[in-house]
């Protein structure tokens, strides 16, 4: 069990690492975000599977490893989420692809409507 706990911690301390290294090196926004994203996700999971592990086999505590999955399973699916609403905030505000590839203006501009829509709205 202790050898299980402390590569799962590892795991998500090696990558909280890569992700800070990766958020400061990252050219722009987008890229940072999505870096700091797997920073967050991978390595607080990896910490809250040593946690269950801890939990379930060492303390016997099955309230609190029901608890620490629940947990897990909330921060997977919230955090890529809040991760879109900040892409798409930082696109709003101005901010755009280091790579200059911008498939969402693409996007944008087949979403507005024709000039024949909006008379037909409007009368």
Not at 39 to 68: E, Q, S
């Amino acid at each position: 069990m202790n050898i299980a706990v402390s590569i799962f911690l590892a795991a998500g301390l090696v990558f909280a690492l890569a992700g800070t290294v990766g958020l400061l090196r990252m050219p722009d926004v987008f890229c940072r975000l999505q870096s700091s994203t797997n920073l967050a996700t991978l390595g607080v999971l990896g910490v809250i599977v040593a946690a269950v592990i801890y939990t379930a086999f060492g303390l016997r505590d099955w309230a609190m490893t029901v608890k620490l999955i629940v947990l897990g399973l909330f921060y997977l699916i919230t955090n890529p989420i809040a991760s879109h609403a900040l892409a798409k905030g930082a696109y709003a505000r101005g901010a755009r692809p280091f790579t200059g590839i911008d498939h969402l203006q693409d996007d944008l501009i087949s979403e507005e409507p024709s000039e024949n829509e909006e008379e037909s709205h409007a009368g």
